[in-house]
């Protein structure tokens, strides 16, 4: 079934086949197959000088950019484990990250000098490789555009074989601590393989890439499946300005544009110019990340007529993709069968499988599903049940295989396409002096999906309001972590135990029974 036992293998043959056809594009940048696979050859070198060997584990924080791509790939030549970072977190969330995984090496962009200005103090961070505008270079500093220039290369062989770790990507969990999620190589080249058995995608096809590349489903879903299927990517740093997207979607003769609802909700709304009508060469829109509206997705099909908007569903553990649409057969509100070699089943709390139709956690069964949580045994034994993930999603299975989510087991919300997971803030929260009790749900949001809302229970005579609250999240979260709105109240609802029932929150919350009253007391 696999022909290919890492990814350095899959670029091999692609640069040998096309090595004089773009892959990359980047502003006004045309990169070619041989160019590409020779930076690629050339960067794994420059790592090998400066001491990365097979099994370590090199830390990414990089905008989008062919570096990002070029780093990622050397990386994984020498058979050590990127792990690419989210650019929104602050410093304290980085330093977790970077101490729980023990990298001793970042590759960065110069913009984030500030946010690692002495990271090598608490962490294990020894060396730090620049680029775009590198701070002063030293024995410790070092830059990526000398990396691309070395040549004795040719005796490095790749070194990963099927069974080993491709990437390890952090997603928070409900204890509030990011997880460290281990992706074989076996995992990512059997989603990129089912992927492929659904969408007709050919070297002649190109992908847009404007969500962040550190995202387990713009990595796999528009960087490494157009690399396996030799079609070119085109590399736009930043999601705004959004007609930046437009314009190079056009320029570039996108066919393949994957996002997240927001943005086929603004797409569908927006008033687009002409030609831009008429001379789109986009056949697929794919939509994950998070529940796509219904009236989104009919105003996407009456706008264009000659692409089709296909909803799909996956999460990091499952490398990341589940289940899509099919190009032939789509239902609105469901996420579509799964991929074809994938299993899903829907069961009670005691693993039981239920009847067609009736309510209950996903549970995933497939090459798919990750080694998983990495340095984190018991979170991987409660996950992963005889081969299956249990994805704490509530869902049903219809007739025809269709999965259809309806609710979240667990309390994640997701705003944009991001996941927030409301423990994290509370925890955060409830180390203010002024806070006695606190609950952190999602109120639904046409344009976001969700929106994080916080509840607060003051202590006794304290005078609290939401700006300083504001304030002392801000330092402390990434800016889409910190709810948006903050709600003082007497007290919280809790069960016979103690425990704050969310649900009651979100409902009345979600029937507006909150809208008339002050977010500060």
Known sequence: MYRFSNLYEVIEENASRYSKKPIIFEENL????????????????????VGVRKGDNVAILMSNSKEFVIAFLAIGKLGAVPIPLNTFLKRAELEYILNDCEAKLIIT?????????????????????????????????LSFEEGLTIEDYEHIKPQAKLEDLAVILYTSGTTGKPKGVMLTYKNILSNILNITKVFDIKPKDRFIV???????????????????????IVIVKSIMPFSNVIKQTLLRRVSVFMGVPEVFNALSKAK???????????????????????????????????????????????????????????????????????????VDDELMELPVGEVGEIIVKGDCVMK??????????????????????????????????????????????????????????????????????????????????????????????????????????????????????????????????????????????????????
């Open 30 to 49: 045309k990169l070619r197959w041989r160019e590409f696979k020779h930076y690629i050859d050339s960067f794994a070198r420059y790592l090998e000088l």
């Open 109 to 141: 962009q110069g913009k984030f000098a500030e946010l690692l200005k002495d990271i090598d103090k608490s962490t294990k961070i020894e060396k730090f490789i620049w680029s775009e505008d590198p701070p002063v270079l030293d024995e410790n500093n």
């Open 210 to 232: 404007y969500l962040p590349m550190f995202h387990a489903f713009t990595l796999t879903a528009t960087v490494l499946l157009p690399l396996y299927t030799a079609s070119p």
């Open 272 to 346: 687009l110019p002409w030609y831009f009508m008429w001379f789109n060469r986009i056949k697929y829109f794919i939509s994950g990340g998070a529940p796509l509206p219904q009236d989104t997705l009919e105003r996407m099909k009456r706008k264009f007529k000659r692409a089709v908007l296909l909803e799909g569903y996956g999460l990091s553990e499952c490398s990341p993709v589940v289940s899509v649409n099919l190009p032939h057969k789509q239902k609105p509100l469901s996420v579509g069968p799964p991929l074809p070699d994938y299993e899903v089943k829907v």
């Open 372 to 521: 998983g949580y990495y340095k984190n045994p018991y979170e991987t034994e409660n996950t992963i049940i005889n081969g299956w993930l249990r994805t704490g999603d509530l869902g049903y299975v219809d007739e025809d295989g269709f999965i259809y989510i309806v609710d979240r087991k667990k309390d994640l919300i997701i705003c944009k396409g991001m996941n927030i997971y409301p423990r994290e803030v509370e925890e955060v929260l409830m180390s203010h002096p002024k806070v006695e009790l606190c609950a952190v749900v999602g109120r639904k949001d046409p344009n976001h999906g969700e929106i994080p809302v916080a509840f607060v229970k003051p202590v006794e005579d304290s005078q609290l309001t939401e700006g300083e609250l504001r304030n002392y999240l801000k330092d402390k979260l990434a800016n889409y972590k910190v709810p948006r709105q903050f709600i003082f109240v007497d007290d919280l609802p809790k069960n016979a135990t103690g425990k704050v029932l969310k649900r009651v929150l979100r409902d009345k919350l979600n029937r507006g029974e909150f809208d008339h009253q002050k977010t500060s007391p």
